[in-house]
């Protein structure tokens, strides 16, 4: 059964920092792109960073860019968020999501965000 | 970056009646093997959302064939054959062509 397992999330004042970690599981990690996706509250979904399988290329949302930085560790089958300078408008739930992809043999595959972690809340506030 | 359009926003629904959810991209979405990148996303309430149909028309592993999506250019259809009363939360459409990856502005769906 695959899982996705969300920690790290609070309270931070503007300006202050945070790393989420998403810890995987039943699945091989290794062959699939990753992403974080948040939801403001009582707000709709946006895509915040993706990387690919090998950790080679991350892409981010603009309003992230230079702020934020998503790594991962295949050996430990774990996707990270650091948030640094984190604003009040980054006040959010936060979860991890298999995808968009993966990688079968040496050929991509679409497969959008197939599974999903519960969340962790992120709330910038002083 | 492309602009997801969703329609409509608030759908009351009857048990056991057809639903259908469209949603307008600014831009073609196919890819260089001609398949629409473009998913469907069901968030229950007090849910993380799920992943209904990826690549416009193919669902997504345990997903009910009550469900199906469709294409016509950029409009896209989110089809529910006979709606059950599980089927109540927000749907999205999203783009995955092209970062910055786009969710529409999500479809409410709740029972008469």
């Known amino acids: 059964e695959v899982q996705l397992v969300e920690s790290g999330g609070g309270l931070v004042q503007p300006g202050g920092s945070l790393r989420l970690s998403c810890a995987a599981s039943?699945?091989?990690?290794?062959?699939?792109?990753m992403s974080w996706v948040r939801q403001a509250p009582g707000k709709g979904l946006e895509w915040v960073a993706t990387?690919?399988?090998?950790?080679?290329?991350?892409y981010y949302v603009d309003s992230v860019k230079g702020r934020f930085t998503i790594s991962r560790d295949n050996a430990k089958s774990s996707v990270y968020l650091q948030m640094n300078s984190l604003r009040a408008e980054d006040t959010a739930v936060y979860y991890c999501?298999?995808?968009?992809?993966?990688?079968?043999?040496?050929?991509?595959?679409?497969?959008?965000?197939?599974?999903w972690g519960q969340g962790t809340l992120v709330t910038g506030s002083s | 970056d492309i602009v997801m359009t969703q329609s409509p926003l608030s759908l009351p629904v009857t048990p056991g009646e057809p639903a259908s959810i469209s949603c307008r991209s600014s831009q073609s979405l196919l890819n260089s093997n001609g398949y629409n990148c473009l998913d469907w996303y069901l968030q229950k309430p007090g849910q993380p959302p799920q992943l209904l149909i990826y690549?416009?028309?193919s669902r997504a592993s345990g997903v009910p064939d009550r469900f199906s999506g469709s294409a016509s250019g950029t409009d896209f259809t989110l089809k529910i054959s006979r709606v059950e009363a599980e089927d109540v939360g927000v749907y999205y459409c999203?783009?995955?062509?092209?970062?910055?990856?786009?969710f529409g502005q999500g479809t409410k769906v709740e029972i008469k």
């Open positions: 990387i690919r399988p090998d950790g080679g290329e991350k």
């Open positions: 999203m783009q995955g062509l092209q970062t910055p990856y786009i």
């Open positions: 039943g699945f091989t990690f290794s062959t699939y792109w």
């Open positions: 690549l416009g028309s």
């Open positions: 999501a298999r995808g968009i992809g993966r990688i079968v043999g040496a050929t991509p595959h679409y497969g959008g965000f197939d599974s």
